[in-house]
């Protein structure tokens, strides 16, 4: 039994000891964490730091399980597509085949994300054909492209009727990283579900999208990959932004999937004017410091009125580049029925002129254009202008046959084009970087202008 | 009787409720939970009628049971069951901290340090020259010559010397042991773990500058010490915080100690800190600078730390890799052997120049042979470091850790009897 | 079963005590003020808190962190279930047969009227329940046809003493056709997953007589804790539910000779109300809320009121209780429907979440009313 004052002075001793030890240890723990997390960031070190959680189990166990937990709530909506190639391959003959056995056919497996019961998105480009459903049986369980953004690539698609689960879009700027996201990819087999980390990033802004994309640095993620949180969100899709892979947000994608419910092929904004970069003589010889150069108007174009061979484009409604491949995805980005107020430098005089801004125009039968030269003995040559008649030919084709009739005139050839048959559609030979091949181009009066 | 055919119907309810599944089967952790709690600490009593730890047991248990025999306890069971680890590791550490008494430490500090010196730098330094010598001939995958092949000799040494002091303090809390021999060995492999993890980090980071492109860190001293000292310092002053709960309140003590492991478990991790020292800090304030009074918190302990015990190494046991054992068994077994002919003969040289040379000093080595949980994590560092290599180093170190695993805690407890320190909390 | 003066006594199970005086205190003084009844009702505080925690409110707990509770939901549904078992051992060994008919009289009202009424009524109304309908209806018939379980003391009177087994009794009906209807709409052979649970349920209440009594005090934490795992694990593995492994283990430690019902009792009773109190929290953080379940809860609410007062009238007699009392103590809820609900939630999923959010939604506003009712089974002041 202790007596009471000597208890008392204990565990008043014991008290103040304790009330020390925690004011060091914060004070130590204070300065560590100074050293630890200093503003100015350390020396970056690849390697995980040395030591690691004890006695855990390994992460890829713990995302192995996550995988599987966030796989049921997904899966019903995905979709794995065969797409075929997007340009109708090159005549071969057995020489080419022989010269390479194992040449890719072409074929590209890609994950669709179902939005309705009969409709899914996927990233596809805008020739792309679907040729069938990994997993599908043909016939009622064929899939196919309703409308194709051309500029962002995405596409809504007809797809067999199945339930769908809800999508929830997790908006890209309330996603934390670095975190780990689930890759959905289409393969031969279907699709694949994978983790793949995203480092610590900000958004950048990109011209063909309305809101910011997130890099996703040296990933190997395939293009038009879907990507969905440990939670089921759907983050967003992968796109190539300036050469890189970057993520565009889902909202974004869903947005413009929507749209292209409303509307059958939307056409992107063409101002009918080519354009080239301002080099340095050009930039002394029109006295403009920035911007990119016309080099071109089409006559009937919305800018025919406005501009100008040599003119120098310097703003746009506030933004400038000089950068042509920027300018002409940008513009074809706006919305049609809008006018955009550009600024020139025309002989070294800054001034402003307005355009109305309007879809490209309605592509008119192959036949109306004034394309065709005489090849003597040969057939018919394909001028420049038939790339915008909207035709299947290409400048520098040769057009051997038309029809029954060999080596035909122009006018022979615009006679042929003129006569419709009952499918809309004519086919003749041409001669194209020295091979023979069949192309079938639209007759007159058929509104679908492009060439399959 | 009465035991046994109790465990006989819970084995074949198990058994029944897998056989009749259901479609939407509710993945969930209380079916093995349950399982392990009761059937587990049934066959640990049981290995306690053959004088062996109970801990055994707990492994028998999670081995029979687990993927590679019976099944019962499936790989994604296993994962679940795991939950508990870092709740598991703080509550052995704070059990450790609060049988360290410094005061009485001091009489056996210079024996500690010789033990630890000699026995770490000596088995580590003798085994790196093997490895060495020998590793065109191990299973270890090609690493070349040269500083390279030094650099994986020195981090394999480092892994395979490394003790376990979850798996020691677990058999010495569990058979309620107290004594020299008790205190000695645990100060020891505390001591000897945290001087294996410093070096493994430097000989980690000559790996890295000679077999990698990564320029030296120089940061990594500063890393360190965050995460070795602060946690140390962290966990004194949840520490100080218990003591004063204890001083203060005094009621609901179990629960309180359950919310000092759960908060060690779960705040450490994310701030890089390591459990066990923060645990063991934590242990070392209550018993040092505010010992409690009565038996409140040692029977709060012994009715928390059971249930955590039982589960933490059944789960052991389940995790135990059978087939890995199979493979490289050979090689695991020579290396294991070497190990402990190194451990025993430097602790018998050591012990002529021990203070104490009686009993306890003696008898240290048989509780330095146990390996287990932090060997694991480690060795999983060098595997994602050194994807060649690594990755077949990590296989030996998972075959050695099976074998320890289950032979330390027999020595251990065979010591602890030979030294009459059971049953004497 | 004789109480010893070792063990407390096992009686009907306590889960909605009222709140002691002491602290009761403030509500009772305010009440003139309020209009509303002094006693404080955990239903209501429990699930708005679950609410208010969840998704729908400042999602605190988000739902990662519900999956990561649903083992606590189990442990909790297997605790409810030991004490149903306990509670309806006791109250079967002191009922009549009289109170037997009274009990299957006042189900055979109150289920059919809910379910049948819900089911044309949503049919009629052109609601779009998903999941099966009439599976649906049926779980809901059962849940709202349980009620709060009554405290009686040695001063209550034999009135208040028959109505409170009535109370209690009610419970059968959707432990036994709950569970089975769970069991079916989880698919697979189901008389082989129903006799699964309930011989799982036994063999472990067996295996803990045979470890209860002989063990020492830590030893039987272990045991007890690994019992009730076991039981929750069996329930959520089989497709059924714990409540139904829970109460047969219960019932198996009643009838065995020795103390392993006190045991249970004693060791798991600090852990009810907190494992109560949790599972109502999911609940509520785990409800949705749209006009299909506002329509149900809606319908709900009128024809339990309805079925349970034409009940309290026609059993009356019967049961020589008066109507009034036993309106009054039938129409108080309690967990149970809200236990089998997130039972239902958790293991069919989305598609039956309206039959959670239902119950859930209904016992709130039934517990709402009750307040208002006058306390005719509580002794004067």
Redesign the interface.
Known sequence: MTNGPSRQAR?SR??R???L??AV??A??LL??R??FPDAP??V??????????????SY?ALA?DIQ?VEPMIAPNLIALRVAPELPPAPLDLRDVLARPDAPSGVRHVAALRISRDTALASLDPGARIDGIVGGTGGADRAAVLAVDPVRRIARIRVPDAPVREIAPLPLASLQTPVYVVVVEGTQAGVTLRPVFLGRGDRFDSVRWTRPLLPLGGMAVTPGALLFSL?GEFIGTVVVEDGAPAIAGGRDVLDIVGSLASSTRPAPLDLGVAVQPLTPALAAALAAERGVVVSEVAPGGAAAAALEPADVITDVDGWSTDNPHEFLLRLASRQAGTSATIAIVRNGEPRTVTVPLEAAPAEGSPGDSDAFTSERGVGTRVGPDARASGSGFRPGDVITRAGATAAPTPAEVRRFLATPTPTGWATLMVRRDGRQRVVAVPVAGRSDAAAR | MARAAALLLILATVMGVQRAGSPVATSTVTLPLGFALIAAYLLGAAAERVRLPRLSGYLLFGLLCGPFLLNLITS?MA?DL?VV??FA?ALIALVAGLELNVGRLRTYLRDVLLVVGTVMVGTWGVLTVVLWLAWPWLPLGDVGGGLPRLAAALITAALVTSFSP?VTIAVIAESRSRGPLSELIMAVVVMADLLL?LG??LA??FG?STM?S??T????G?????????S???G??V???F??YL?VVGREITLALLAVCALLAVVA?LV?F???LAALAAGL?VEN??PPEGDNLRIAIERGALPVLIVFFAAAGVSLQLDVLAVVGPTALLVAAARFALIRGITAWVVRGAAHAETPVRLVWMGLISQ???T???A??VA??FPGWGAQVRTLIVALTGLHILIGPILLKAALQRAGEINKI | MQPRGEWPEIGPDHLDPPIPEAQGGWLRRRRPSLGARATAAPTLLFVLLGVALGPLGFNILT??AL?HLQGATWVALAVIGVFIGLGLAAVTAVSTRRTIASSATIALITIPTVAVGLYLLAAQSGIPLPGNTLAGSMLIGLCASVSAALQTTARSTAEVRHAARLADLDDVPLLVFGVAIVAALAGGSVWLRLVATAAAGGAIGLAGWLLFERADDSERGVFVTGAVLLLAGTGAFLGTSPLMSGCLAALVWVRAPGAADRITARDLRTLQHPLVALMLIIAGATVEWNPVVLWVTAYVVVLRLAAKLLASVVVARLARVSPALLATVLLQPGVMGIALGLNVAQMLGDDYLWILSAVTASAVVSEILGLFLPRIHEEPA
Not at chain 1, 45 to 58: F, G, K, S
Not at chain 2, 217 to 220: A, I, N
Not at chain 2, 222 to 230: H, R, Y
């Open positions: 565990v014991e008290s000891l304790l009330l030890t925690v240890c914060a130590v723990l560590l964490a050293l630890r350390l020396a070190d690849t390697a995980a730091p040395p030591l690691e959680r004890l006695a855990a189990r390994a166990d399980a937990r939670e | 994604s994962r795991q680890n870092g590791l979850t993890i493994f980090a980690l980071q890295r990698s990564v320029p860190d120089v940061g990594l500063v890393q360190l010490s965050w995460e070795i000292f602060g140390l310092a962290f004194a002053i520490g100080a915080a003591a004063a001083r991790p890089h390591e459990i066990i304030v600078v505010a287990a949980g932090v694991l994590g480690l999983t560092i994602t470091e | 739902r990662t999956s």
